[in-house]
């Protein structure tokens, strides 16, 4: 598959549908045949009733014969037809449907962090679910009518024409403006549904936002402010629902003024012509059949065209919300990244987050390989960013961060992130297994791997009691195990990870005093030949660090070992003092406030 995938709705269902060329002009064919039934069928009455009207006697049976034989062979042809477009969707739609599906996932995993924190998870799995049901409707579904309608209303044009032009021409004059009318309509459609689209994705994205803190509304009892909350959206989506059927309303009523009125005009020259005996009865049964053939199928061939329309809209907000460019790419020529050391260097890095000032400006600084280096500081000074810019979760705007002398823009980003194990504050889990949760570290890895690596982070003493141990299903982003029991998850999943850069961020936080004295040991022995980076607040996690980066502001204000740190009576020792229970005060007035009680 391509790198480049098409963004333009009509491109973008090409590009998945052209495997299958052959089922597609088979489905054409299909289509096709089963139009030119309604007219063939028609004329076939026509021939029929001719017969009849012009042989007496025992003649009528064998005037009628063939043309009633052809008549129910073209019946046959006709289901045949149907039926034949029913095998082309058994054939290619599932496989189309579940390719559309694999790659749009893969295209949303290639977004950068930024993406997913501006766009909420509900929103994401409800555009891929209409993506995927927009092309599925309109092409297996509506286009199959559209197509069928369209070669229907030509040949019924053709067979007037044969039997009188003037039959031609009333109906011609009529479809050029019915069909004018339609295409315009269909364009207010587009833009209806469009923002219908829109509002159906919000309102998933509020949905599943609230499911998620279920928690918080129970605890905060605000299950009616949600509910008021989805409200003024279910509302903003209603109100572009209706606009969008009341004009539709509208249209359909002037639809079937307009179809009356060609009715009856079609029955006055019908009569007209045959009184002065210019038509015959075949000719009138024929044209009368085919108008209201032709008025059928323009009302249906509208309300297609309509659903086309609605499900283009659809599937253009999609794309254009899933398909946004990424804001981070591999560079044509990159190479893996091969980590025989562990150096990092940011190289005069600037960096700002976007729509706010600058955090990091000309930052440089070098952690040597195998160094385990804190990084302390008040909440937003710039430790996560820091963390998170090695990672490359963003892109830096200016200078360079080396791995090991490499530029990691240089490298591929899956190369990247086999470099670096990370467990955060709070890990998220899959709802799936807890041997799946933690082999996600190394998909590769045995039984045994699994199991030594839960030893080694003492999740195996809770696992071990559950009824179903290592298979049991920790829920939906591991709702199931308390704080605790998912920071040991993710330790475990580093154990078995073991790549030569480990980000530890509040690793322990949310483990008890017993758990985490006898976990330390463990991270200590996971730290070895490793190049470490451990974000704590709480300040006794660092007293063994090699080195400790105060920041503030995005600024490295103070830099040493613990002790230095302390001697040097600067910001960490205020920290220091001004901890309480372990936290660190979340800003400098704080502690400028407990610093003059202190003195």
Known sequence: MPAEIPKTPIRFIAHFIKPYQGYMLLFLLCMIVSGLHGVIHSYLTKIIIDSV???????????????????????EIHNLSWRGANFVNLRIQAPIKESIIKHTFTMVHKQAYQFFHDTFAGSIASNIHILVESIEMALHHHLMHVVRGTILLVASLISMYFVNPLFFITLLAWMVGFVSISFFVSKKVKQFSDAYARSQSEVSGRIVDSITNAQNVRIFSAARYERSYLEKFLSIMKNRFQVKERFLLIFYLM?????????????????????KGLVTTGDFALILTLTIYVTDHSWWLTEQINHLHSYYGKCQQCLVSLYKPLDIQDRENAEPLMVTKGQIVFDKVKFHYKGAQGLFEDKSVTIEPGQKVGLVGYSGGGKTTFANLIMRLY????????????????????????????????????????KENIRYGRLDASEEDVVNAARKAHADEFINKLPLGYDAL?????VKLSGGQRQRVAIARAFLKNAPILILDEATSQLDSVTENMIQQSLWELMQDKTTIVIAHRLSTLLHMDRILVFEKGKIVEDGTHQELLASNGLYKALWDAQVGGFIVDNAEETQELEESLA
């Open 255 to 275: 639809q079937g003024i307009s179809i009356s009125v060609l009715i009856a005009a079609m029955l006055y020259i019908l009569i007209h012509l045959k009184s």
């Open 395 to 434: 892109d830096i705007k200016q200078g360079r961060i080396l791995i090991d002398g490499k530029d990691i823009k240089e490298v591929t980003q899956d190369s990247l992130n086999k470099a670096i194990g990370l467990i955060p504050q709070d890990p998220s889990l899959f709802h799936r297994t807890l």
């Open 474 to 478: 920790v829920g939906d982003r591991g």
């Open 53 to 75: 009207d012009k042989t007496n006697g025992s003649n009528v049976f064998q005037a009628a014969l063939w043309p009633a034989i052809f008549f129910i062979i073209g019946y």
